[in-house]
């Protein structure tokens, strides 16, 4: 009996989870409970948990292995595995305000390597007290609700993802140079099968993805709309406000998530600490694995 | 009337669609050749084109029975040309009287009547009174379009299917035009296959228009709507068309199971009087990839016979069936 309360807060997306203290090792049978809400609710959230860097990698091992903290940026000092999801620092890069960026949009974490990770683990050490929610949607319940004709035709698709600067946005020179240096292209299915559950997901991610494979450029343009409203539907999403000590930890190859869109005329800091799980080279419905283009895979972590 | 014996001559105007058909006097009797000749160049080129043909509605009649039965002017036409009820007047005083002002039936991209179950194998139109300049109408390619696509839009519009309805955007109009709510109290409404087979050259057709299709049906909104935003935006693309200016005596004659065409776009800002006159051949039920055939869902068969609605005003005029008869289609 591990306590653990599973509480869903939409019809397709996100549960809370009561009943855990992450300061304390989780046994094995918590373990089970949390992945089996991972995989049905895609996103699980925590609240009040008071952990350090060191501790919330141990809770990430229980589920994987971490990765560097993001092929292209810095991790905090002293956690290689640890990214700072940090306002200031995207400000830096950005040369100012960044929710409207277009880079900023929706996005499932680092679709332009091989293998993106399978999960991700964000908790907050200091948010606005109100602004910046997280948005995340279902791709296995955005896939199911095309229809039949869209579902075969998706599934026959591949697209390629690349970590690119959108134009017309301001980069520093120090991030336009590490994009240059180490070019991420990778060809993923459109849709995804899932390697745990088996699932079907619309495997979109629209920062990420260029075009699609096959089709003319006017005929990418107008598939990857079609499919980004569809995965960006109200219904296949849950929104999520942050405190301090909030925990997100989601299922990257079954969501894609929207940043914060509200806070370019708030003030606070907003500081968030990631670490990613290693994750496996997506497959087709076809069984055709994903296709490298450019760059490394993402592996663990050296610790 | 003579009999007219003559080599024609087929000049292409464009590289996928129109060719201009010269050494043929539609006021004459045209030999089986000529005919024969004028339908091969129709089914390679989808639309062909007639200059300075000094012809009436009974030698425009004559002529396009050569080719097939004659449908009476129009589902919705109820003031019908006294003697000749296959006649429909593509008149710009006309318009001004049932809509206000305007040049054409449908001012976007269509395919003639397509919200009936067998649409128009084909169209002849001829100009009577045109303006100077201005005025033109541009035709596409459907197989073209088609054919244009790439191999996975094509594989799932294969399988697809759409409704067409007459007066898509009449709802949002005055509900006091009298012709207007005779439209919408007899819907006109078929499924069709967004793909046709054409029954002569088996060529496939990208089968949908702006101006008649109202959704794809079996997927969502989202899906149709962006889906038929990307077909719409194929069979308009200037590669597939060809651009017609019209002089009196011009004559177009276009496959209506190939092509979609689109009326003038710029003489909204001006008063000219614009009168053409058009014909259509009996066309037979669209047939998908899959050999399954359109459906009917409203309204009736466009054959030769009036329905019984519209009975009463073309009974005034000629019958129909008293027409010169059309040879045997092949």
Same mark, same amino acid.
């Given at each position: 009996?591990?306590?653990?309360?599973?509480?869903?807060?939409?019809?397709?997306?996100?549960?809370?989870?009561?009943?855990?203290?992450?300061?304390?090792?989780?046994?094995?049978?918590?373990?089970?409970?949390?992945?089996?809400?991972?995989?049905?609710?895609?996103?699980?959230?925590?609240?009040?948990?008071?952990?350090?860097?060191?501790?919330?990698?141990?809770?990430?091992?229980?589920?994987?292995?971490?990765?560097?903290?993001?092929?292209?940026?810095?991790?905090?000092? #002293?956690?290689?595995?640890?990214?700072?999801?940090?306002?200031?620092?995207?400000?830096?890069?950005?040369?100012?305000?960044?929710?409207?960026?277009?880079?900023?949009?929706?996005?499932?974490?680092?679709?332009?390597?091989?293998?993106?990770?399978?999960?991700?683990?964000?908790?907050?050490?200091?948010?606005?007290?109100?602004? #910046?929610? @997280?948005?995340? @949607?279902?791709?296995?319940?955005?896939?199911?609700?095309?229809?039949?004709?869209?579902?075969?035709?998706?599934?026959?698709?591949?697209?390629?993802?690349?970590?690119?600067?959108?134009?017309?946005?301001?980069?520093?020179?120090?991030?336009?140079?590490?994009?240059?240096?180490?070019?991420?292209?990778?060809?993923?299915?459109?849709?995804?099968?899932?390697?745990? @559950?088996?699932?079907?997901?619309?495997?979109?991610?629209?920062?990420?993805?260029?075009?699609?494979?096959?089709?003319?450029?006017?005929?990418?343009?107008?598939?990857?709309?079609?499919?980004?409203?569809?995965?960006?539907?109200?219904?296949?999403?849950?929104?999520?406000?942050?405190?301090?000590?909030?925990?997100?930890?989601?299922?990257?190859?079954?969501?894609?998530?929207?940043?914060?869109?509200?806070?370019?005329?708030?003030?606070?800091?907003?500081?968030?600490?990631?670490?990613?799980?290693?994750?496996?080279?997506?497959?087709?419905?076809? #069984?055709?694995?994903?296709?490298?283009?450019?760059?490394?895979?993402?592996?663990?972590?050296?610790? | 009337?003579?009999?007219?014996?003559?080599?024609?001559?087929?000049?292409?105007?464009?590289?996928?669609?129109?060719?201009?058909?010269?050494?043929?006097? =539609?006021?004459?009797?045209?030999?089986?050749?000529?005919? $024969?000749?004028?339908?091969?160049?129709?089914?390679?080129?989808?639309?062909?084109?007639?200059?300075?043909?000094?012809?009436?509605?009974?030698?425009?009649?004559?002529?396009?029975?050569?080719?097939?039965?004659?449908? /009476?002017?129009?589902?919705?036409?109820?003031?019908?040309?006294?003697?000749?009820?296959?006649?429909?007047?593509?008149?710009?005083?006309?318009?001004?009287?049932?809509?206000?002002?305007?040049?054409?039936?449908?001012?976007?991209?269509?395919?003639?009547?397509?919200?009936?179950?067998?649409?128009?194998?084909?169209?002849?139109?001829?100009?009577?009174?045109?303006?100077?300049?201005?005025?033109?109408?541009?035709?596409?390619?459907?197989? $073209? $379009?088609?054919?244009?696509?790439?191999?996975?839009?094509?594989?799932?519009?294969?399988?697809?299917?759409?409704?067409?309805?007459?007066? =898509?955007?009449?709802?949002?109009?005055?509900?006091?035009?009298?012709?207007?709510?005779?439209?919408?109290?007899?819907?006109?409404?078929?499924?069709?296959?967004?793909?046709?087979?054409?029954?002569?050259?088996?060529?496939?057709?990208?089968?949908?228009?702006?101006?008649?299709?109202?959704?794809?049906?079996?997927?969502?909104?989202?899906?149709?709507?962006?889906?038929?935003?990307?077909?719409?935006?194929?069979?308009?693309?200037?590669?597939?068309?060809?651009?017609?200016?019209?002089?009196?005596?011009?004559?177009?004659?276009?496959?209506?199971? $190939?092509?979609?065409?689109?009326?003038?776009?710029? =003489?909204?800002?001006?008063?000219?009087?614009?009168?053409? /006159?058009?014909?259509?051949?009996?066309?037979?039920?669209?047939?998908?990839?899959?050999?399954?055939?359109?459906?009917?869902?409203?309204?009736?068969?466009?054959?030769?016979?009036?329905?019984?609605?519209?009975?009463?005003?073309?009974?005034?005029?000629?019958?129909?069936?008293?027409?010169?008869?059309?040879?045997?289609?092949?």
């Amino acid at each position: 009996m591990s306590g653990i309360e599973v509480r869903p807060v939409s019809g397709h997306t996100g549960a809370d989870i009561v009943g855990v203290d992450l300061r304390r090792a989780l046994s094995d049978a918590d373990v089970a409970t949390l992945r089996a809400a991972l995989l049905q609710w895609k996103v699980i959230f925590f609240r009040d948990q008071h952990i350090s860097p060191a501790e919330q990698a141990a809770f990430a091992r229980r589920f994987g292995q971490p990765t560097p903290a993001h092929p292209l940026r810095d991790s905090i000092e #002293g956690h290689p595995e640890v990214l700072p999801i940090d306002r200031r620092i995207f400000e830096e890069e950005y040369g100012g305000k960044t929710a409207r960026r277009d880079i900023d949009g929706w996005h499932t974490d680092v679709t332009a390597v091989i293998n993106p990770p399978a999960g991700s683990i964000l908790r907050a050490e200091d948010v606005p007290p109100y602004g #910046g929610d @997280t948005t995340w @949607t279902n791709l296995v319940a955005a896939y199911e609700g095309l229809s039949a004709p869209f579902k075969r035709f998706a599934e026959k698709l591949r697209a390629v993802h690349s970590f690119h600067l959108p134009d017309g946005v301001a980069v520093s020179s120090k991030l336009r140079e590490r994009i240059e240096a180490k070019p991420l292209v990778s060809e993923h299915p459109v849709v995804r099968v899932h390697p745990e @559950t088996g699932e079907r997901a619309l495997f979109v991610s629209p920062t990420f993805v260029r075009y699609i494979v096959g089709v003319s450029p006017e005929e990418s343009r107008r598939i990857i709309n079609l499919f980004f409203q569809q995965i960006t539907r109200p219904e296949y999403t849950v929104r999520f406000r942050w405190q301090k000590g909030s925990i997100a930890f989601w299922d990257n190859r079954a969501t894609s998530h929207l940043g914060p869109q509200d806070i370019d005329h708030i003030e606070h800091e907003r500081k968030l600490h990631r670490i990613t799980l290693v994750g496996d080279i997506p497959v087709g419905v076809d #069984g055709v694995p994903s296709r490298p283009i450019q760059g490394e895979p993402l592996l663990a972590a050296v610790s | 009337m003579g009999q007219q014996v003559s080599k024609i001559e087929v000049r292409p105007l464009a590289s996928h669609v129109g060719a201009e058909i010269r050494g043929v006097d =539609l006021a004459a009797r045209q030999d089986d050749a000529t005919i $024969a000749q004028v339908r091969a160049a129709l089914l390679e080129w989808k639309v062909v084109f007639f200059r300075n043909q000094k012809i009436g509605h009974a030698e425009q009649i004559a002529f396009a029975s050569r080719f097939g039965d004659l449908t /009476y002017a129009h589902p919705h036409e109820d003031q019908p040309l006294a003697e000749f009820p296959e006649i429909l007047p593509i008149d710009s005083r006309r318009f001004d009287q049932r809509y206000g002002k305007r040049y054409s039936y449908e001012n976007r991209w269509h395919t003639d009547v397509t919200a009936a179950v067998n649409p128009p194998a084909a169209s002849i139109l001829r100009a009577q009174s045109v303006p100077e300049y201005g005025g033109d109408t541009t035709w596409s390619n459907l197989v $073209a $379009a088609y054919e244009g696509l790439s191999p996975a839009i094509r594989e799932l519009i294969d399988g697809l299917r759409a409704e067409h309805r007459f007066g =898509l955007r009449f709802a949002a109009q005055d509900s006091e035009n009298a012709y207007l709510k005779k439209v919408r109290e007899n819907p006109l409404v078929a499924i069709h296959p967004v793909v046709r087979v054409h029954p002569e050259t088996q060529q496939r057709g990208l089968f949908v228009s702006p101006g008649f299709t109202s959704h794809i049906v079996g997927v969502s909104r989202l899906e149709s709507t962006r889906l038929l935003d990307l077909l719409f935006e194929q069979i308009a693309k200037p590669a597939y068309t060809v651009r017609f200016h019209w002089e009196p005596g011009s004559v177009a004659f276009w496959d209506n199971r $190939a092509t979609a065409h689109l009326g003038p776009q710029d =003489l909204q800002h001006r008063d000219v009087e614009r009168v053409l /006159y058009r014909v259509t051949l009996v066309g037979d039920v669209p047939v998908g990839v899959d050999g399954v055939k359109s459906e009917l869902i409203s309204g009736e068969v466009f054959g030769a016979r009036p329905p019984e609605r519209l009975r009463a005003a073309y009974g005034k005029t000629r019958a129909v069936s008293d027409a010169p008869r059309a040879e045997v289609r092949p």
